[in-house]
Structure formats: C-alpha cells, structure tokens
C-alpha cells in the first residue's frame, strides 16, 4: 500500500472513530449531565423529569430531620433564600458532617410527587470546604 | 536547619539553571555532573522539611499548618508531602531525581542528544523550583511559634496516602524526561529506533510508579471514603486517569519506532503530551476549579500560575513539534492489517478515549461559563469511556499476533469464531441458568478472552512450551500487562454489577441481614488513640458455619475537629465484606446506630490487575537489553 493511500485510510478511520465518540458524547452529555436546583431554581424552572438524575442543594432545614423505615432512612428538607422547599429522602449513613442547618448536596431523582430520592448526599467536608454549588448560596445568604 | 534547606533550595535553582545551559551547549559530561549535584542538593533541601516536621519545629509555617505532636511518626514524615507546598517540594526532588538519574543511565551514543536533553530538564527543574521557593515556599519561619500545630487533615492519616503522592509523583513527573527526551530528540530532528529505545524506558520508568500511584489512590477511596465504591469518576481520579492513558499509548507507539522506525512524529507528540496532561492534572487538582473529593490544598491563585506553565511548555513542546516533525523519517512501509496497523488502532482508541474523559471533566466549568451549573457523572463515563475501550479489548487476543509489515490474516478467522463463541455461552448461560445482565455477561467472557489470549500468544511466540520462560523479558513484560487488563476487567464487571448494598439500623443486639450475612450488632464502645478518640461498633457476621467480626468505628480528630470513617473490611475469598458506621439516630425513643454494610465481590482481583500492569512494566524497564544490541538494519 502506498504511503498516501494508508494515511488516507488512517486519517479516515480515526475521524471515524473520533466522530462516533463525539456522538456518544453529545447524547451521553445531554441525558447524563446533572444539573443542579436550589428550592428556588425548581421554582422558577418547574420539575426536571422524574428519574432523571438531578442535583439539588441548600440547607437542611432545622426540625424537619426525622426517621423511617426503622432507622435505616433519613427524610428532611431543604430550603434556600426563597420560599419554597424541596423534601429529600436517603437511605443510608448521612455523611460526617452533616447537620440540621447546614448546607448539603443530594445527587439523585425526583419520583413524580415531586419528592427527591438521593442516591449519593454531600455535606461541608471538612471545615474549610463548601460543596461548589453552595458558594452563590452562601455568598448570597 | 530549614535555612540550610532554604538556602539548598536556591543552591538547586541555580544548579538546575546551570544544568539547562550546559546541557543546551552539548557539554554531556558536564550537565551531568551539575545535574547529580542538583539532586544531591534537593534531597538535602527536602530532608530539611521532613526533619521540621519529624521534631515538630513549630516555628515553620508549613509545619504548624499540617502537624500536630500527637501524631503517630509515619504521618508527621508523610505530612512533609500530604499538602500543597511539601508536594510541589516532592515534584521538585522528583524532576531533579529522573535527570540525575538519566545522567547516570542514559545509553545512546549520542553525547548531544543527551546533553539537550538534560539541557531541557534542567530549564524544566528550574521551572519548578522557581515555582517552589517564589509562590510555594515550605521554608517559611512563623513568629512567633505557636505550642502546637493544626494537625494533618484526617483524611490524610492512612497508610496508603503516606505512599500514594511519591508514586504519583514518581510517574506524573517521570514524563518530564519523556517530555525532554522529545524535545532534544525534535531539536535534532531525529526520533529513531537508537531514541525509540532510550525513551521507551523512561517511559516506562514513569508508567510503572503512575500505575500503583492510581491503584493506592482508589484503594484509599475504596475504605477511607465508606462509599463501598473505588472509582467515583472524579476530576482528580480523571487527572491521573489521562496522564496515564496517554502514557499507555505511547508504550505502544514508541514500539513501532524502535522496531520499524515509524510513527515518529506521533511517538514525539505522545511523549510531549504524556507530560502536558500531568500539568493539567496537578493544575486541575490543585487550582481548586472543580469539586473533587480527594482535591486537598486547593489555592487558584497558584493554580493560575500551574496553568500559565503548562501553556508555555506546550507552547514551546507544540511548537518545536510544528516546526520539526514534516522532517522526521517515515519508517518501513506497512498495510493496514499489520502491526503496525493494530497498534495505531490502539493508539487512536486510547487517545479517543483519553478525550472524553477530558470533555466529561472539564464540561462543567464549559457549562459554568454559560451560567449552567452542572455535573458530570458516572453514566457519562459508562456510556463513552467504557465502550470505546472494549472496542480496543476485543480486538487485543486478535491483533497482538500480527506480523510487522503485513499479516497474515488466514489465521484470525479461527480466533474470531473462538471468540463469538466465547461471548455467545456467556451471553447464553448469563441471561439464562446464572441469571446475570447481558453486560455483564459479556464483560466476564471479554475479560476471559483477553486472559486466555494473551497467554496464548505467549505459548505461540514460544512455539514449544518449554522456551517459555527464554522468551525476551519485554514479550513477558506484554503479557503480563494484557493478562493483568484482563484480570482488572472481570474484576471491574463482576464487582460493578455483582455488588450488594444494604443500610441497617442496629439497636444494641439486633440483627441485619446482607448477602446471606447476618450482622448482630454487639455493642458501640469508646475507643482513644494517640490523636484521635472514637466510637467503634462490633459486630458478629455469620454466614453458615462462618463467623467473623468486623469492628467498623468513626474517628474523631479533636485538632482539625473533623471525624473520619474508619470501615471494616473482611476478605470472604470470593469478595469483600464491608461495613462502615454511621451516626447514632434516635428512633421511636431506642437509640440505634446505622450502619452501610457492602459486599464488593471480587474486588481483590481488580486490584491484583492493576498491580500486574504496574509490575509489567517495572519488568520490562529491567535493563537486559542493554547488553546485546540487536543489529541495526
């Protein structure tokens, strides 16, 4: 095979394979990118669609942390600056720092109550350290 | 005694300096020399550091912001590196140590190529060593001093993360001399086979420590963190993730350079980019401009320094490349299906592949600059990352038999059939009796096929099975690697797909039942340790006639005022049992504590893998080659 012919073939099968990876990655992108709520973001932007993976942050609103199931899962609410709030349920064991009053990310879905299910909740890490999505919160609060 | 470290630092800045002049004007023997006094030096300077944290000298910044008196030993000598300042020291002694090193080993009877080279070390050394003492300096005295330090994060405080930073460094910073090898190489416009087989060791000199630098990392993730997981898709694991598929690729491309003399200006580029990904990923974990679980001593500022060096050594890589590379020679002339063939396939897939997980980590800041804030997580990966590579993998068993030049394709008909048939009976027996998803199904039989292959072709390459063991040491080194891929594949699907996850709330005496264990909580007691004080659980696991227990327990550390988990793992042979302690919760008036109890089947095996890459590659960097050199034809 001639030099020209193979870097023909060569440059076509990695475009190939580069535009096939760019289309896995564009619809992969649109369906798995999390995005993320505030109360007041799902307020204003109405429900993403149930089961979708979603983030939502804000505070555990103080009082409202309480136990089903026998222990094994956490119910509470989160709330933001604005009015209205957004209930979150997890099973499982709430990370170290987490606390009534405090900020906190949940990675998970909404069911179609509009109740969020985490999968996966985020607190303050250590006492430096604010969840990214939190700084606005926090800067604005 | 750190003003004698300050002072060697500087001493080493301008050694290093020095090192880059010489080296540049061709004198070998010379940069050399400075090249192993600049390490001397370094070594001298980075002993000052650990020295000031192993007597708790409180009167050091650095010492007072990461050290406490009551820590065990291992840690106050860990700490030395466990932030941001005594790591870019560690990055420092590590560039120094690889010329010092390439000083003393470097083979090519080329005493200018090997001066450039150490030449462009040294101005890399004096890069960072300028980064070190200007905008990160450990040497810094506090007064006054205060009676006691802050402590190292928590988190921090384990075995795996004393060692986890010098080999990540080992590897990260092993590719700035595949880095300067290129570019001397560029500079004379000749990357030829007598290139090809210097650089190949460096490159494996730094593939080998990157490898076990990523496996501790996700090994600490895995207990540390009480997850259950061992790779969560986090910018920091990508930053280690990408170096190190490009330094794999390049493994595979530097072959047909030293073999054929092809791929010239490809291996170049590899080598160049191996060590621009490890600045993008120092940048990336430590400028702070993603969320990471594992990101420690963040600072953007520094961060905005990182990333202007990583623009003027790619700017000056990238261009020295630009100009020099329609120069370099073309090599034998080969056909698609060939060798030469598979690798590049090889080569196209790993950087393909190396390219989404650089699009789904760096996304949200995409995505952040036009207002959005989002995150990237384990789908996107599972649904780009993971088929590209399988493509790769199925191929392997296959391809790795093929002749340089062109193959002869007679053969892979019968390996192909094999194949299908291998990944039908799985299919087959998965979906139906054993009642697994297709997936994983078919991510066993691929792990098998890659096992199997590789071992085959080391029988092949024998032709009677008793040369075997006379085969060349590099052909070992290949199918270790392959067998050790494959390992990691099963490994990964069985404990991906296999894994059980169960949440308990335990009063004293209850019992909870995962994966045919039945855990009975015995009692939550006070332990103290020198630093720390904590609650721990202990708990009976029964299993049939099998019993255990396991003693999960959350730490507390009162100098950084932080708890740490502490999970109990306990090796059944077929997988881990793993239990970690939550917070105590008072339910319906009875206090229980709960608990996240996993179990990761097989999980020992992908670590085993991962850990035979890492040795593969130390043993084909064992110099029997040196000796006999094949003719150059």
């Not at chain 1, 136990?67 to 956490?74: K, L, N, Q, W």
């Not at chain 1, 009534?100 to 998970?108: H, I, L, R």
């Not at chain 2, 630093?531 to 100098?559: C, F, H, I, M, Q």
Request: net charge positive; hydrophobic share 50%; proline share 5%.
């Amino acid at each position: 095979m001639r030099a020209r012919t193979r870097r023909l073939y060569t440059f076509g099968i990695a475009a190939l394979l580069v535009l096939a990876a760019a289309i896995l990655a564009f619809f992969a992108l649109r369906e798995n990118a999390n995005l993320f709520y505030t109360p007041e973001i799902l307020a204003e932007r109405g429900m993403p669609k149930p089961g979708r993976e979603v983030k939502v942050g804000g505070w555990v609103e103080p009082g409202t942390l309480s136990y089903t199931d026998g222990g094994a899962t956490m119910q509470f609410t989160v709330i933001d600056n604005s009015p209205s709030t957004i209930t979150v349920k997890f099973t499982g064991v709430a990370p170290d720092l987490f606390r009534e009053g405090q900020g906190v990310v949940a990675t998970g879905s909404f069911g179609p109550d509009g109740q969020f299910t985490a999968r996966q909740l985020l607190a303050k890490h250590d006492e430096n350290y604010q969840p990214r999505e939190l700084k606005p919160l926090e800067a604005g609060g | 005694m750190i003003e004698l470290g300050h002072f060697a630092a500087f001493l080493a800045l301008g050694l290093s300096l020095a090192q880059g002049i010489t080296g540049l004007r061709g004198e070998r023997r010379l940069a050399g020399l400075i090249a192993v006094a600049a390490f001397g030096v370094m070594a001298l300077a980075f002993l000052s550091i650990v020295h000031a944290f192993v007597t708790s000298d409180f009167s050091v910044a650095l010492v007072v912001n990461n050290s406490h008196t009551l820590k065990p030993m291992v840690y106050k000598i860990a700490g030395a590196w466990g932030n941001h300042e005594g790591s870019m020291a560690l990055w420092c002694i590590v560039t120094l140590g690889f010329g010092a090193a390439a000083a003393a080993f470097m083979n090519t009877d080329r005493p200018l190529f090997e001066a450039r080279a150490l030449g462009i070390q040294g101005l890399l050394a004096t890069g960072a060593l300028a980064y070190l003492l200007f905008a990160s300096s450990p040497f810094l005295r506090i007064d006054p001093a205060p009676f006691q330090g802050a402590g190292l994060n928590p988190l921090l405080q384990d075995p795996a993360l004393a060692i986890h930073p010098p080999m990540l460094y080992l590897g990260y910073v092993g590719y700035s001399f595949v880095f300067a090898l290129a570019a001397a190489g560029l500079v004379e416009g000749r990357i030829d086979r007598v290139w090809a087989r210097e650089a190949r060791i460096w490159s494996l000199a730094a593939f080998a420590p990157l490898t076990i630098g990523i496996a501790l990392g996700s090994y600490w993730a895995y207990y540390e963190l009480g997850w259950g997981g061992w790779w969560f898709w986090d910018p920091v694991e990508n930053a280690s993730l990408m170096p190190w598929l490009i330094g794999a690729a390049l493994l595979h491309s530097i072959t047909v350079t030293e073999k054929r003399d092809g791929f010239a200006a490809w291996t170049a580029l590899l080598a160049v980019l191996s060590f621009l990904f490890s600045i993008l990923g120092a940048f990336l974990v430590r400028s702070g401009v993603l969320t990471s679980v594992h990101a420690f001593a963040v600072d953007p500022e520094r961060g905005t320094l990182l990333l202007i060096g990583l623009l003027v050594y790619g700017g000056f890589a990238l261009g020295l490349f630009a100009w020099r590379a329609p120069k370099l020679e073309g090599g034998k002339p080969w056909m698609l299906i060939s060798r030469e063939g598979a690798l590049m396939a090889n080569n196209i897939v790993l950087i393909v592949a190396a390219l989404t997980v650089l699009l789904g980590t760096l996304f949200p800041l995409i995505a952040e600059a036009f207002g959005r804030t989002i995150s990237v997580g384990e789908p996107y990966f599972n649904l780009t990352f993971v088929p590209i590579l399988a493509l790769i993998l199925i191929l392997l068993p296959i391809v790795q038999a093929w002749a340089w030049g062109k193959a002869d394709v007679k053969g892979w008909l019968r390996w192909a059939a094999g194949g299908a048939g291998l990944v039908a009976l799985f299919v087959l027996l998965g979906v139906g009796p054993m009642n697994i998803p297709a997936g994983a199904a078919f991510g066993l039989a691929l792990g098998l096929w890659l096992v199997f292959g590789s071992l085959w072709e080391l029988k092949r390459r024998a032709i009677t099975p008793g040369r075997v063991f006379k085969l060349p040491r590099r052909v070992w080194s290949m199918t270790l690697a392959h067998v050790g891929i494959g390992l990691f594949v099963i490994g990964a699907v069985v404990e991906t797909t296999g894994r059980y996850e169960s949440t308990l709330a335990l009063a004293q005496g209850d019992t909870g039942t995962v994966a045919g264990w039945a855990l009975t909580l015995d009692e939550v007691r006070s332990i103290e340790g020198p630093n720390w004080y904590a609650d721990g659980a202990l708990l009976t696991a029964r299993n049939g006639s099998r019993v255990t227990t396991l003693e999960p327990s959350k730490r507390y550390y009162p100098a950084a005022r932080m708890p740490t988990t502490e999970t109990a793992i306990y090796k059944t042979g077929a997988g881990d049992l793993y239990a970690a302690l939550g917070e105590q919760r008072n339910v319906d008036g009875q206090t229980r504590w709960v608990f996240r109890v996993y179990f990761n089947p097989l999980i020992d095996l992908l670590y085993a893998g991962v850990v035979l890459i890492g040795f593969a590659a130390l043993l084909g960097l064992w110099p029997a080659s040196r000796k006999v050199r094949p003719a150059e034809a």
